[in-house]
Each structure stands twice: as C-alpha cells, then as structure tokens.
DNA sequence: CGAGAGTCCGTGAGCGTTCACGTGAACGTT
DNA sequence: AACGTTCACGTGAACGCTCACGGACTCTCG
C-alpha cells in the first residue's frame, strides 16, 4: 500500500483539485448501480441481489462513504435533538440531572447534545446561540434574564431549570425550596437550635435564602444578614471559606444551613477545624443530597433532591411544549426534597 | 384571541388537512418576499431594509418559523457533532472526562451529543446505532469487543477510551496502568507492606489487575488469585462488598489496592467497620484521583489522573482521525497517573 | 442629463438523500 | 401463446435552505 493510498480511498477528486466527501452519487458510479441501490444496500432494504449489495458496499468502503445526516434528514423527519446546558459537570449534582434527562430522552429516542457553560454568562449565550441553530429544544440552568435568552434562542423551546415562575416566563421545572427549608427547620428548631446560620450561594437571594429567611420567621428565630454569608463558589472549597466568615461575624451560631451539599461539607470541615464538634457543638444541614454525603464524617444530614427525577421531568416538559400542551406548572413541576437525618444534624 | 389562534399561527395547513411546521417559503409568502430576502432577515445579513426586516421577522414570529438545521447543514458546510459515549454517569470520574471532551470540542467550534450506556452492552449497541447516523465521530468507553463496534459504526471513526492498543484496531487514549501501579507499590512497599491484595473491577481481568500482578511479581511479593476479590460494581457499595469477600479470604492483609477510588473508599469502609484502623492495620490505595478521596476519613491516598486532560486527548485523537493523520500513539495518548500521598496509606 | 455607484430584492441552481413510482427481464400458469 | 408475478434496479421529484448572480430602482456628480 502506497503513502498516499489512504488520501486516494477516503475522498473524491474536485474539478479543482481539492477533495471532497464521497457521495452517494461516486458510490454508484464506482459501483456501476443507481444511487437507490446504494440507498438499498447500505440501509439494509430489500429488493436487492446479494450480489450486488456486497459490490456496492465494497465501493462504499473504499471511498469512506457515509451518508449525509443533514441530505438524510431533509427527507426523513423525525430526528429530534435537544440542547443541554450544564453550569459545571464538576458538581456532581448536574450529571445526575443530565443522566435523567439522558434516560428520558433516550426512552422517547431523542439524542441530546450537551453544554457546560461552567457558570459563564458569555459561555450561556455561546451554547445558546449554537443550540438554537442545531437543536429542537433547549433544557438548561442560565443566570442570563430571560430578554437575553430570548434574544439568543430564535424561537426554540426553552425549559428552565430551577428559575421560579415569578421569575420567568419561559416553562420551568425546579425544587420547591420553600418545602425544602420547612422540613429543614423544623428539624433544626426541634433540635433546640435558635441561632442558625446560612452559607448561601453565590448567584444573590434565591428562593433557597428566601425561604431560609421565611422560616427563621416563622419560627421567630433571629433574622438578619449577619446570619447569613455568601460563598464565592459552589464547592467544598467555597463553603470551607463561608464558613469562616460567617463564624467570624456570628460566632455564636449552633447550626448551618448549606445552600448545597458542597458548601455543606466545606463548613463541617471549617467548624471542626475551629475546634468546634458537629453536630454537638455545630449542627450542619445540607440540600441536594448528594451520596457523597453519606462518605462524610459525620455523614451529612441533608435536604434530598431526586436529581434524575427532575431531568426526566425537564424531558418531559419539553415534550409538552413540542406538542402544543400547557406546560406543567405548580406541584407538578416543582419537585419537593425530602429531609434525609444522619448525623451532621 | 380564539382557542385555535395558537394552531393557526404556529403551523400551517397542507393540502390533506394536516398541520406541517412553517419553511422559509411561508414566511416569504406572508411577508409578501421572497426567500433570500427572508434568509437575510434571520440570518442577520445586509442588503435589506430595516422595515421589511421588521416585517419579514414579525410573520416568522407568527408561523413560528425556523430554520431546518438539515437544510442549513445541507448546504453550509463545517457543523462537526461528536458523540460521547460514557458508561456510568453517577461514577464522578466519568463526569469528568465528559467536561475535557466538552471543553475541547466547544474549542473546536464542534458539539457532542451525550449518551449514558449504563455499562448495558445492547445499550451501547443502540448508542453507536444512533450516533453513527447523526455523528461525525464517537468517542466512548465500550465493553463489546472490536468486531461489535466495527458491525454498528457503519465506518465513523472511534476514539476509544482506556482499551489498549494490544486490545483494539481503532484509535485510542487511555491510562498507563502499569506506570501508575509501580509508583503505587514502591509506596506501599517501602512502607514495608508485603502482603497486599486488590479489589478488582467487574470487567474481568484487565490492564490494572495486571500491573498490579506485575508490580507484585517484580517486588517479590506472594501473588495468586487468592489476593484478589472481584467488585460487582464500581462502586462504594461494590467496594465495601468485595472488601468482606477478600478479608474473609485474606484475612492476613495489610495494603489493598483498589481498581478505583470508589470501590477503595468502600474497602475503607469495611475495614473499619470490621475493627481495623486505616492506614495503621491496612493501608487503601485508590485509583483515579477523584476529589471526594480529600473528603472521606482517613484522607484516601490514590494514583490520580488528569481525567480532563483525558478527555481533552480523545478530542485531539478524533481530530487526527477527521485529518488523516495517525493517531496519537503510545505515551502520547497513555497517560501517567501520579501517586498522591494523603493518610489512607 | 446621463453615467456610475449604491441599495434593495428576486431567480435559478445546487447541496445529498429517500420516496413513490416505473421498467424490463425471467419465470411460472392456464 | 398470452398473461400475471416477482425480482432487481433505475428515474424524477421533493425536502428546505443558502449562494452566486442579476435586475430594478434611487442617488450623486460631472
């Protein structure tokens, strides 16, 4: 085999001398048949002589024939793509939403390209801008407000992932935090905690801090932002420095809630650092429920999120929209966590 | 407005009654244009008026109009898709890869469509099924063997992800198992272990479980099967299971090696709930380097690798493929993990 | 006032497939 | 011998879009 055999096999000479992929058309023509007959034998159709098929097929291996998605496409309909965008895959929080969705979409055939926009505004309207080029509909976490994505999606369906319905116009499917937090609480409180602290996230007041705040009043617990400190990154590492500003400012606090699991490891492994024992000293509450919280020491007492769940549910919200039905709203669309006791808390 | 205004506007009626959704001949023919003048609109381009932008874009809006991105691929050339294949996405480690092979390909300008096979061989059958129409390339962790993959590609090329080169005809990038191990070991034995066992994978003996013989054989330590216990996942609870089964065995143990970090916390797990301190009664090795290792008690010590750069080298891999060129090869795509020394041995 | 330049818009062709037909040959049936 | 059937294959059209043209119209300026 010569040097330049690979270049001869694997493409077809231009006019102008450049080389281009090889077609159904060159496949025929080498092969001596019709292009149907190359549709028949590489589609596996019938109403063909074996014969025949093993030639054509034989030709299309040498010129490293495949067919065109895109020519095939235009005429079979029914290949629907959707577009996923991911704030950060190092989270493990998000691939278990991705593989529900994965599973969802898998199930009713669709394929799904994914995005990590790694918590980057410009990144979002990258992923946006391509996907509603090359997808059918759009599910995704976004910090851009909702005129930006409009202004990027060109008119695909859009699902939301955890932006409230106050807080946006497009379909949406979430965590009922609200729910979350009361759980949360009365287990706190019920534990005679009084001076309970929060490291929040990094995106400003969501609906977790908002109905972290409801609660505290609720229960007539003290409540201003000192009790309250924000972590620069959703991480181990971001909650282990929220949590020493916030027993710097409030040393007097004896329980923590995490905006997530992360932020929560991170502040056990600052509480005890500082000398302080959890959960006898400081209690440590998570949300998300992640099992990295069951390999923890003390194992984590969280809010849990059945994260498949809500990709799944994602999935089929889009499938609403594509049909033209009302989208889910409400409890439907809005998962609630369920507080799962080890022994952080 | 009318209960059907929303099937009036988003659709629009054939000759047979039925609903097909708006091209960019309908929209021509509502805003009173012809094509190009509505492909200018959408797409931005010059060379129109400003007014008749305005309405050209008002009638899509009310067809809801979209561009086919077959047609669009038809005749603009360049949208790379990539498919990638891994096999469990609740195991951190995969997430991670995924996110080096997201960011390569977004560098690239190309995208990638996801799918979890779930370590299921008929699913990864159907991955390449689908992917090789709608891909340009795979990339993917596969049990099935060559011959599997060769019948279902259908000739898109394959990056495959940790089968050796002695294992496979397509191109490949992967871990040097082997030059992991031997630092492993030398750690290990120059802590004056000698009878070290292994928790090996479910995938049957493979490149680690054979270094790992090999490093045992080289350091003159006792090796024969009764050193090894199978895991049946790759998983904490795989990990802490076969870890009863191997101290049953080998009740004599002082180090085990684990084929991942996941099945290693596991080992430490049962260790210690069946009376042994780590690292002083028995040392846990892990592999992979997975950042929950820093979280768990006693900090786990493992051989880490650079999943993202990993996933960053298929990348490459499967732009030498598209160009032609060889595929990397030997060190270049294998690479070397490094022995991170933390407290679990 | 006419030539040239600039602005806006339309026309035909072509991208690579598949689908619905159409055709011709070989074979059997009455 | 005339006719239907089956098999193997080919032909034209269609899918929805963009690109390279070219045409009409307005504006400017010598």
Same mark, same amino acid.
């Given at each position: 085999?010569?040097?330049?055999?690979?270049?001869?096999?694997t493409?077809v000479e231009? %006019?102008?001398?450049?080389r281009?992929?090889a077609?159904?058309?060159?496949?025929?023509k080498l092969?001596g048949?019709s292009?149907?007959?190359?549709?028949?034998?590489v589609? @596996?159709?019938g109403e063909i002589?074996?014969?025949?098929?093993?030639r054509v097929?034989?030709a299309?291996r040498?010129?490293?024939y495949r /067919?065109?998605r895109?020519a *095939?496409g235009m005429?079979?309909k029914? #290949?629907?793509?959707?577009?996923?965008?991911i704030p950060? !895959?190092?989270? %493990?929080?998000? /691939?278990?939403?991705?593989a529900?969705v994965?599973?969802?979409?898998e199930?009713?055939g669709?394929q799904v &390209?994914?995005w990590?926009?790694?918590?980057?505004e410009?990144r979002?309207? @990258? =992923?946006?801008d391509?996907?509603?080029h090359?997808?059918?509909?759009?599910?995704?976490y976004?910090k851009s407000? @909702?005129e930006v994505?409009a202004?990027h999606?060109?008119g &695909?369906?859009l699902?939301l !992932?955890?932006r +409230?319905?106050?807080?946006t116009r497009f379909?949406?499917?979430g965590?009922?935090a $609200?729910a979350?937090?009361?759980q +949360?609480?009365a287990h706190?409180v019920?534990?005679?905690? *009084?001076?309970? +602290?929060?490291?929040?996230?990094?995106?400003?007041?969501?609906p977790?801090?908002q109905a972290?705040?409801?609660?505290?009043? *609720?229960?007539?617990?003290?409540?201003?932002?000192?009790?309250? =400190?924000l972590? =620069?990154?959703?991480?181990v590492?971001g909650g282990?420095?929220?949590?020493e500003?916030?027993?710097?400012?409030r %040393?007097?606090?004896?329980a923590?809630?995490g905006?997530?699991?992360?932020?929560a490891?991170?502040a056990?492994?600052?509480?005890r650092r500082?000398?302080? *024992?959890?959960?006898? @000293?400081l209690a440590v509450?998570?949300?998300?429920?992640?099992?990295?919280?069951?390999l923890v020491?003390?194992?984590?007492t969280t809010?849990?999120?059945d994260?498949?769940r809500?990709?799944?549910? #994602?999935?089929?919200? &889009?499938a609403?929209l594509?049909?033209?039905?009302? %989208?889910?709203?409400?409890?439907? $669309?809005?998962l609630?966590p369920?507080?799962v006791?080890?022994?952080?808390a």
């Amino acid at each position: 085999m010569r040097a330049d055999d690979q270049q001869w096999e694997t493409s077809v000479e231009r %006019p102008d001398g450049t080389r281009r992929r090889a077609t159904i058309h060159d496949v025929a023509k080498l092969a001596g048949v019709s292009r149907q007959t190359v549709s028949r034998a590489v589609n @596996d159709k019938g109403e063909i002589d074996p014969a025949t098929k093993e030639r054509v097929l034989e030709a299309a291996r040498l010129l490293d024939y495949r /067919p065109s998605r895109f020519a *095939r496409g235009m005429v079979q309909k029914g #290949a629907v793509t959707a577009g996923l965008v991911i704030p950060d !895959l190092m989270n %493990p929080f998000f /691939p278990e939403v991705a593989a529900g969705v994965l599973e969802a979409a898998e199930q009713r055939g669709w394929q799904v &390209v994914m995005w990590d926009s790694r918590i980057d505004e410009a990144r979002e309207r @990258d =992923a946006l801008d391509v996907l509603s080029h090359q997808a059918d509909a759009i599910i995704g976490y976004f910090k851009s407000p @909702d005129e930006v994505l409009a202004r990027h999606l060109g008119g &695909v369906p859009l699902v939301l !992932l955890e932006r +409230g319905p106050q807080q946006t116009r497009f379909a949406a499917v979430g965590i009922d935090a $609200a729910a979350g937090l009361e759980q +949360g609480m009365a287990h706190l409180v019920g534990a005679g905690h *009084r001076r309970i +602290g929060m490291l929040d996230g990094v995106h400003g007041p969501g609906p977790r801090r908002q109905a972290f705040l409801e609660e505290a009043r *609720r229960n007539g617990l003290p409540v201003d932002d000192s009790w309250i =400190a924000l972590c =620069a990154e959703h991480s181990v590492a971001g909650g282990e420095a929220g949590m020493e500003r916030l027993l710097d400012t409030r %040393p007097d606090i004896t329980a923590v809630f995490g905006f997530n699991d992360l932020i929560a490891v991170g502040a056990m492994r600052t509480a005890r650092r500082r000398g302080r *024992r959890v959960p006898d @000293d400081l209690a440590v509450l998570g949300f998300d429920g992640l099992s990295l919280g069951e390999l923890v020491e003390p194992a984590l007492t969280t809010l849990h999120i059945d994260k498949r769940r809500l990709g799944r549910l #994602a999935v089929e919200q &889009v499938a609403r929209l594509r049909a033209g039905e009302e %989208p889910l709203r409400g409890a439907d $669309a809005w998962l609630a966590p369920e507080l799962v006791v080890r022994t952080s808390a």
